[in-house]
Structure formats: structure tokens, C-alpha cells
């Protein structure tokens, strides 16, 4: 059998075989047509285990949109359709729905509306609603999930590293070891939530960005196997790249040997009228290491050189080793503030498979159906309390204090503005016994958080550039108590319901338990 090209399982058919026999099913009774909503949201931040997410950062929005308004089935997509058949030999799907798929599929007539990347986002509420005929809308939910929930889930790691890192420079590394493709959308997110800039060549591309990196411990090897020295791997790098020369000093030893031999080519460099970039550690006591390197190069007059760390990092580790320097620092007569203002951070693995929490729990459930000229809520009841999404179409708002700190998103029926009440009910999305009242005297800024993205075909929004997205971020993030973001056990952010959407979704439970349908 000829190979067939890549590109078709990233097209029309990057679904689950499950949507599409749901699709032909409600294309046979009449109901492929119909209009229904769909909320797409997650229930949980991620738990690394040792330590655990108070938000997360949307990302992912302008990739899934532009992978919507380019796919639609093909030919070779139908005729693939065409030859599915069951064990007894029954083809799958019918000429009439392949028909209908052929000429009438679209993503484009979909309406989506959706929370922007870089914006701060909680679960239980709808980063994306997806509205539209419902074969469509359920062909969707696959893609959708897959180009949202873990772009978001790398955003949240990259945001929480660059906290930890006190905001010093981050270079994304993680294509060798990512999830084969899956590296691009990773890196992007990782832009998006706190990484400076990525070694990624292909991506950075597209980005507009420098790529960044060092060399591999390969370099100083091959010289040593030809019978020369560590010294003249770093020479031979130095000469060809004398603007730029970073290098990696942990080969062979790094106090022994390493920055001495870096100390050497640097003062070389020099003069010749160069200044050297730094010196990377990708092994040992980082944090020993680190106050070791900032007293050799500033002992050979090299105080504004870098030192940028590497191997398995993450937001804990970084905290610990920026701790340890804190508490050391002084014992080599070196500043604290000073050694960590010159540290880079390459991240790898554990950015880019988010380590400890690998998965997003991102759903995305029916919520609304259009019958006989009106919508009608939709709700799903399970015995985990958390798992009964929302009904019905829903504004969203996030609620700041006087301070200007964001204090609550609140999710409220679509006919509802919050801005208009004096004063709020706010209930909490499953625990019935919890509820409080906000005054608007309480309050600064009630900010809706939905933006219209798609709607009749018709691309509504302007996707902002990268650096706007990490300002956004950077505000969303400013705007949060240092409760909610610290790195282990974070305060809990609220997420509420307005009285009337709380009472719906209750009357919607004990309907559904009874067994009544509602008119």
C-alpha cells in the first residue's frame, strides 16, 4: 500500500470515529441542522503532585481557528468514509451523509466565541462556546480539545516557571523531547505563558522570533576524539561565532576545567573587541554551581556574562536553586540579587509535557438546543457533582475588588449583565451551601470576558501579535492575589453563578432525576 501523506490526518478527518456516526445518526433523523451550543471548559488546574496550579493561561485560540477556516472533506477523505464497513461487511457510512459532507461540511459555519489567549482563565467556566448545526458541532469537539486543552496546560507550566524564575529571560527547549508535532503548539504556548524565546528554528520562524541555543556536549567530544582538548572546541567556537558565544562548560569538569578554559576564550574574545554571551550548566549543584561561576567570571572581569541553566527544570526546582543562592550567596562574597539577575533558564521535558500533569481535563458538553423557534437548556447529570456542566447560554464576567484585583469570574445567563445590579447573589457552581452577596460598592470593574471570534463565516476578531498576548498576560497575571499564584497549595480563585443561572441549573437537576422534560 503507497504511503499515504501526513497531511490527511491533520485535515477533515482529525476527529474521533465516534463523532462522525453520531453526525450520520442525527443527519438520518432530521437533526444535523439543528441548532445547539456547546460549552467548552475544564474542571480542574493542574496537580503536579509536590505542587499545584491556582490558574491557568488560555492559549491555542489562533491556531484552532485558522486550522477551521482551511479544512474541509476531501476526496480522499470521502473515499476513505466510503470504504468503512462493519464485521458483517455493511458500509459504515451512507452516500446520502458522505454527500452531505462532501457539500455542505464546514467548520466556517460554526459561531465561536471564546476567552483570547493569554488571558487568565479557571475551571468550570467556558473558555470556548461553539454554536451551529449540531453534526458540525459534534465533528468539532475532537479538534477543538485537542488544539486547546494542551496548549493552555504548557501556557499555565510556562507562566508558573517564569514566576518562579523571578522573570529572568526563559528559552524554551523541548522539541527533542516533546510529543513528536506536538512540540510546535507546546512551544507557542510556552511563548504565550512566559518563555522568552524558543531553540525551535521552523517555529521561531513563523513567529518572527531569533531562535536561540548553545552547542551540545557532542561539539566538545568530537574535538577530544580527534586528540584535541575541551580549549579547543571552545576556541573553534568562538572564532566562528565571536558575537554570540555561550558555552557549555560541565563536559569534562565544570570548576576544574569548563569556566576556566570559557575564562580563557573570553578574555580572547575581548581582545579582539568582542564580548562573550556567558556560560551554560546543564548538570550538577545548579545552585552551587551557579554562585561558584558568578565569583570565577567576575574574579576574571566578567561580571556581566551569563550563566544560563539547564537539565530537568521546572517552577520548583527553580524556587529551591533561587533560594539556595539566596541563602549562600553571601558566603563568596557575591550579591544574591546580582547572581539571579544574570541567570537564564533553558527548559525543556518538563515544560514541554507539562511533568506531573500531563493532560488538561478540558470537556466539552451540550448545553443548549434550539426547538421550535426558542433555545432550550441542556444539562448532563452525573453522581460526581462536578462533572453537571452549566446549562443554557451563559455571559461571563470577572469581577475586580477596589483594589483592582480580580476577585471572582462569575457566569451568568445570557439576558443577564451583572454591571446592571446593585448588588449579586453569587452561588458556587456545585456546592449548594456556599453563596455570598457583592455589592457593586465593592467592586471596581465588572469585565466581560467573551470575544465573538467566528460567526456566519466571517473571521470577527483581530488575533493580537505574541508580545500583545504576553502583555495581556502579564496584566491578568498582576491582577491576581499572590495567594492564588504561589506555587504550592495556591488560595482558591472564585467561580460563581449568578442567582437566577443557579436556580436554573438546580430546577434543570431535579427535573432530569425525576425524569420530566422540560418545555
Known amino acids: 500500500m503507497p504511503y499515504k501523506s501526513q497531511a490527511i490526518s491533520e485535515g477533515f478527518l482529525y476527529t474521533d470515529q465516534y463523532q462522525l456516526t453520531m453526525a450520520q445518526l442525527y443527519f438520518r433523523l432530521g437533526l444535523h441542522e439543528r441548532e445547539v451550543q456547546f460549552d467548552h471548559y475544564f474542571r480542574t488546574y493542574p496537580d503536579y503532585g509536590g505542587h499545584q496550579a491556582g490558574y491557568c493561561i488560555s492559549a491555542g485560540l489562533e491556531w484552532l481557528v485558522a486550522w477551521m477556516r482551511q479544512t474541509r472533506p476531501s476526496d480522499e477523505d470521502i473515499a476513505y468514509l466510503r470504504s468503512q464497513t462493519g464485521d458483517r461487511g455493511q458500509r459504515t457510512f451512507t452516500d446520502d451523509f458522505l454527500e452531505w459532507l462532501s457539500k455542505k461540511a464546514s467548520f466556517e459555519m460554526l459561531t465561536l466565541r471564546a476567552i483570547p489567549e493569554g488571558r487568565v482563565v479557571h475551571p468550570h467556566v467556558p473558555l470556548t462556546t461553539v454554536t451551529g448545526p449540531l453534526a458540525m458541532a459534534q465533528i468539532f469537539e475532537t479538534p477543538l480539545l485537542n488544539k486547546l486543552n494542551y496548549p493552555t496546560l504548557i501556557a499555565t507550566k510556562a507562566a508558573r516557571i517564569r514566576d518562579a524564575g523571578r522573570g529572568q529571560l526563559i528559552l524554551e527547549f523541548g522539541l527533542r523531547r516533546a510529543q513528536g508535532s506536538a512540540a ?25 522570533l531569533s531562535p536561540k541555543g ?21 576556541q573553534a567556537y568562538a572564532d566562528l561565532y565571536p558575537d554570540n558565544c555561550l ?14 578554559n570559557a575564562i580563557r576564550v573570553f578574555e580572547e574574545l575581548r581582545r579582539k573587541g568582542y564580548e562573550p554571551v556567558g556560560i551554560r550548566l546543564d548538570s550538577g549543584d545548579l545552585a552551587y554551581l551557579s554562585l561558584r561561576a558568578a565569583q570565577m567570571l567576575n574574579d576574571a572581569g566578567f561580571h556581566n556574562a551569563k550563566i544560563v541553566l539547564s537539565n530537568q527544570l521546572d517552577e520548583l526546582n527553580l524556587w529551591q536553586i533561587l533560594t539556595q543562592i539566596e541563602l549562600s550567596a553571601s558566603q563568596y562574597d557575591l550579591e544574591a540579587d546580582k547572581v539571579i539577575k544574570r541567570l537564564v533558564y533553558g527548559i525543556g521535558t518538563r515544560l514541554i509535557t507539562s511533568r506531573g500533569a500531563g493532560a488538561l481535563d478540558g470537556v466539552y458538553k ?24 452549566t446549562p443554557g447560554h451563559k455571559g461571563l464576567w470577572r469581577l475586580y475588588d477596589s483594589k483592582g484585583m ?29 453563596y455570598r452577596q457583592v455589592t457593586q460598592s465593592e467592586l471596581s470593574e465588572i469585565e466581560p470576558l467573551h470575544e465573538t471570534i467566528l460567526q456566519g463565516g466571517e473571521l470577527r476578531y483581530d488575533f493580537p501579535s505574541l508580545e500583545e498576548i504576553r502583555q495581556q498576560r502579564e496584566r491578568d497575571l498582576n491582577r491576581l492575589y499572590p495567594g492564588v499564584r504561589r506555587l504550592i497549595n495556591p488560595h482558591m480563585y472564585h467561580i460563581s453563578l449568578t442567582n437566577r443561572l443557579w436556580q436554573l441549573k438546580q430546577d434543570m437537576i431535579e427535573s432530569a432525576k425525576r425524569g420530566e422534560n422540560r418545555d
Do not use: C, Y
Not at 503548539?185 to 518572527?208: C, E, M, P, Y
Not at 557549555?248 to 569556566?259: A, F, K, Y
Not at 445567563?413 to 451551601?433: G, T, V, Y
Open 247 to 260: 558555552l557549555l562548560v560541565d563536559t569534562v569538569d565544570t570548576l576544574e576545567s569548563g569556566i576556566p
Open 366 to 389: 451540550l448545553v443548549s438546543v434550539h426547538q421550535n423557534g426558542s433555545w432550550k437548556p441542556a444539562i448532563k447529570i452525573s453522581e460526581s457533582r462536578d462533572k453537571v456542566p
Open 406 to 434: 480580580a476577585i471572582a469570574d462569575v457566569m451568568s445567563q445570557d439576558d443577564e449583565d451583572p454591571r446592571e445590579s446593585h448588588a449579586l447573589q453569587l452561588h458556587h457552581p456545585i456546592d449548594q451551601s456556599k
Open 214 to 234: 548553545t552547542h551540545a556536549h557532542s561539539m566538545v567530544q568530537v574535538f577530544m576524539a580527534l586528540g584535541g582538548t575541551e580549549l579547543d572546541a571552545f
Open 184 to 208: 510546535n503548539d507546546g512551544a507557542r504556548a510556552a511563548l504565550i505563558g512566559g518563555a522568552d524565546f524558543t531553540s525551535n528554528v521552523g517555529l521561531s520562524n513563523i513567529l518572527g
